[in-house]
């Protein structure tokens, strides 16, 4: 069974920075897309970026081009997305997502980031 476990937001002032993590489990991820999506209060779940797991080919959102880098350590299983410049509007709930294409069927419960102006 498919885990994903997400960690590593927090509260942070505008212009800061964090690095989210996702811990993968359960299978072997060699051909899968692994991905970051986020959700604001009111808002529906939109995509942040992803990454493919045997290529390390990235795509990002355009909001967040430039900002944010998203990484991948194999040995660990591991998924990292490192969040620099922030600013409020990045405010929201961070999941990991992980499938055979960007979002694909597996889900972590997210992380919470909130950026004070």
């Known amino acids: 069974q498919v885990q994903l476990v997400e960690s590593g937001g927090g509260l942070v002032q505008a212009g800061g920075s964090l690095r989210l993590t996702c811990a993968a489990s359960?299978?072997?991820?060699?051909?899968?897309?692994m991905g970051w999506f986020r959700q604001a209060p009111g808002k529906e779940r939109e995509f942040v970026a992803a990454i493919r797991w045997s290529s390390s080919s990235t795509v990002y959102a355009d909001s967040v081009k430039g900002r944010f880098t998203i990484s991948r350590d194999n040995a660990k299983d591991t998924v990292y997305l490192q969040m620099n410049n922030l600013k409020p509007e990045d405010t929201a709930v961070y999941f990991c997502?992980?499938?055979?294409?960007?979002?694909?069927?597996?889900w972590g419960k997210g992380t919470q980031v909130t950026v004070s102006s």
């Open positions: 359960g299978r072997t991820f060699s051909n899968y897309a």
């Open positions: 997502n992980a499938g055979p294409s960007i979002q694909g069927p597996y």
